[in-house]
């Protein structure tokens, strides 16, 4: 049998080097910035009410009162912090996913303001 000549030899190792250089296209985009939730933000109805739709439309299905048990956690809105609540909403953990190329920054802000509301039935 002959031995493996050099370019057989070369292109079995760029067959090994290929994955591992692969993933460096693949990373996340640069992240964005943690937008400042205040009072008058959360408590806006304009807010609020454009964020029942997000949850309506994407959240229920998993997180709401109706959904599938062990799907998704019940939401404990007082035992989570809206900045907590964004960067989930954002870059998903888990099985979440997340919601960054789906949604607005305004649009994953204002289901914080829903979740956070008085309003927010799951
Ligand atoms: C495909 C099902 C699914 C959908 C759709 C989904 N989630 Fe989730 N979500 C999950 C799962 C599963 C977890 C738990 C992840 C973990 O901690 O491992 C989670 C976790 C969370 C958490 C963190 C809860 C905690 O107590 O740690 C928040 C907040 C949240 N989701 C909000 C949302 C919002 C808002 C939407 C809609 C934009 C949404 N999710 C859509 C499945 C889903």
């Known amino acids: 049998m002959r031995k493996p000549g050099p370019q057989l030899r070369l292109a079995a190792l760029l067959c090994v080097l290929a994955p591992l250089s692969a993933p460096a296209q693949e990373q996340k985009a640069v992240t964005e910035p943690v937008p400042v939730f205040d009072k008058s933000f959360l408590s806006s109805r304009k807010n609020t009410a454009a964020g029942k739709e997000v949850w309506d439309s994407q959240c229920r299905h998993c997180h709401g009162a109706a ?11 007082g035992a989570l912090t809206p900045d907590f609540i964004y960067e989930r909403v954002t870059y998903g953990f888990g099985k979440m996913p997340g919601w960054k190329d789906v949604f607005s920054i305004d649009q994953r802000k204002s289901v914080v303001a829903y979740i956070k509301s008085n309003g ?3």
């Not at 959904?67 to 809105?77: R, T």
């Open 67 to 77: 959904a599938y048990p062990g799907k998704a956690p019940k939401l404990n809105p």
């Open 120 to 122: 927010f039935s799951p």
